[in-house]
């Protein structure tokens, strides 16, 4: 099948994006792993001993940043619908979180351990239509927000990608009301046209 101009130039960037080469080098899976590396710096998200699950996590960059800076006291749970290569240190999972089956298994995973920081970096299968792949998107930033909601610590953290339209403010409005801020952040690793942003929500209050 011949290839777009779209795809053509997708991977023209991709093969010379800085971060994309910067992964290569330094051993991570995905440019993604930047994004993590940035914001968890930036607002001192991670730390020894944490539990962590990683919602979206294939192919693993962020799976991989979270168990470095958890060590072998810590736990991150990584899941997705897509397979992804193990790593070492890290329980993977691989199901479709729009499922209840996919929590269930998660929760075993967790053996009863509350979560300090859900990470999600999920993102739907991008059909082109606009208004359709805003919604889906938006689904899966409330089905992780729902899952912080029932699982994380007293205290705990959320961090969601979300994108910029539709559902957005309502979304930012349902965070506000279950922690004690909200920030939004858009880390240098996020290509400049893409909508995406990440809200960070800290202290985890149990509000609904």
């Known amino acids: 099948m011949k290839r777009s101009k779209t795809s053509k130039q997708w991977m023209r960037e991709h093969v010379n ?15 993604a792993a930047y994004k993590l590396l940035e914001i968890a710096a930036r607002d001192k998200l991670l730390r020894p001993g944490m539990v962590v699950v990683d919602l979206g996590a294939a192919p693993g960059g962020w799976s991989q940043v979270a168990q470095a800076r958890v ?7 990584a899941l997705d619908v897509l ?11 691989q199901r479709d979180f729009s499922e209840d ?3 269930t298994v998660l929760e075993q995973a967790l053996a009863g351990r ?28 409330e089905l992780a927000l729902e899952f912080a ?17 539709a559902g957005f403010q309502e979304f930012f409005r349902a ?9 939004a952040r858009k880390p240098a ?10 809200l960070l929500g800290r202290g985890f209050s149990g509000g609904g």
């Open 17 to 31: 994006d800085v971060y994309v080469r910067r992964a290569k080098s330094e051993g991570y899976r995905s440019r």
């Open 83 to 93: 397979a992804m290569a193990p790593l070492p240190g890290v329980k993977f999972v």
């Open 149 to 165: 909601a029932r699982h994380l610590k007293p205290g705990g953290n959320l961090l969601v990608k979300v994108f910029q339209g």
């Open 114 to 141: 509350k979560i300090d920081l859900v990470l999600s970096d999920m993102s739907p299968n991008i059909s082109g239509i606009t208004v359709s792949d805003q919604a889906r998107a938006m689904r899966l930033a």
């Open 189 to 198: 690793a996020s290509r400049g046209r893409s909508s995406e942003l990440y």
């Open 101 to 103: 089956a996919a929590v």
């Open 71 to 77: 060590g072998a006291r810590g736990l991150v749970v």
């Open 175 to 183: 965070m506000r009301g279950g922690f004690r801020d909200v920030v």
